[in-house]
């Protein structure tokens, strides 16, 4: 039996502020939230136990009824002895995580829990980028070769028994349990770990960690199946839009797909789609390439009005019909995090997608509507070969795939994600 120990329990002096950074709402989901989800959704995880200040226990024992929850200790290693200890008599393993690392991934889960059938203590590592020295009163003292420096993370995995020996028999203080291990002379092995798994420590990381929930990182994820799904789709011609309700009538959706019969750029939408809906996507959209000393303000408006304004319309719409909870996807673009020469007004009014995605998904979050911004690469589509004839299709994002990773975020509890897609195949591509 392999026992996921999550370490929710310290005050998070170095971060600062009222509430501990573990507890801090990052997304719309609490820091600590994100682990325990990673743990979840692994196989080989049996049993998840989380680790507590003591004024935050009743909080957390109603929201995961399913997990055991127990008190911390005043340091970290107090806390995962209380892990320990709560341990069912059975488990073989344990795998220690400090709930101040939200991006733990499936597979940096898989190599420890390989690792333990090969070593009693397991570590996860990345190797140093930069140099590392000593410094003592201002003085260098060491510079150990780089090569073999590597950065602990969690989780580490051991042994139940092991572990539980070195904690009642080794009396060194430390910040992890791996010393712990190697001062009882055990032989510790180490796992790679993963740059995104960083450990949120002070509040700047808080933004760093804002920036990584916009990558893609449901990737690895299944696609959902939207049988019997009922989905509006604005923009549903256009080339990703198509591509969405290609994929989602092949899942036997209730797909409405609208095209140039409904004009967004009115300031209503037609009656009928008062309706029900599971899902509404916002594909539509107007990609203008001028230089801005040559745009009139017709043109501007134009773009802005299709492209922002009718977020508007279709935000309310969401609103007034989700009645029991929905998801509501924009299609933004890569442009909008970087404006680009001849793409002012495109560029800009993707941009506004985006912070309204974040502002509507913290509005709607009490209504169960969940609220993303998807930013596709540039795509293989007929608006994209209009406007920059002659490019290397090669450098081109399927809209296949885009569709599928943009119905990822059509399910699951994900909101105020902006999603900025990107394909490996398109990392060199200029600009
Ligand atoms: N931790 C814990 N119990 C403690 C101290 C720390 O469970 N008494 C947990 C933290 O909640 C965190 C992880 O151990 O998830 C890593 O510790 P650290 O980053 O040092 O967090 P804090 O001790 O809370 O922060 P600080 O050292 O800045 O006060
Ligand atoms: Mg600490």
Known sequence: MNVAIILAGGKGERFGGEVPKQFVVLHGHRVMD????????????????????????????????????????NTRRESSYNGLIACPTNTDNVLFHDAARPFLDYDTIQRVIDGLKIASAVDTAIPATDTIIEVKESKITDMPIRDFLFQGQTPQGFHYDVIRKAHETISVETTDDIRLAMEMGIECISVAGSQFNFKITSSNDLYMAERVTQINARKTNKIPNFKGKKVLVFGGTGGIGSALVKRLIED?????????????????????????????????????????????VNEWDNVMSINFRSAFLVAQLAHKTMKEGGWLTFIGSSSSHRGRTSQSVYAASKAALNNLTQSLAAEFLDNHIRVNCINPPRTDTAMRHKAFPGENKNLLANPKNVAEDILRYCDGDETGHIVNLKYSHQFQASR
Not at 279 to 290: D, E, M, N, P, T
């Open 34 to 73: 994100y682990a325990i989800k990673a743990f979840e959704q692994h196989p080989a995880i049996d049993q998840i136990i989380i680790v507590v200040p003591a004024n935050w226990k009743s909080e957390i024992i109603a929201e995961y009824p399913q997990h055991t929850v127990v008190l911390g200790g």
């Open 252 to 296: 036997d959706a209730i797909v409405t797909s609208l095209g140039s019969e409904v004009d967004i750029s009115q300031k209503s939408l037609p009656d009928n789609l008062n309706q029900e809906w599971d899902i509404i996507i916002h594909s539509a959209g107007l990609f203008i390439k001028k230089p801005f000393a040559e745009l009139s």
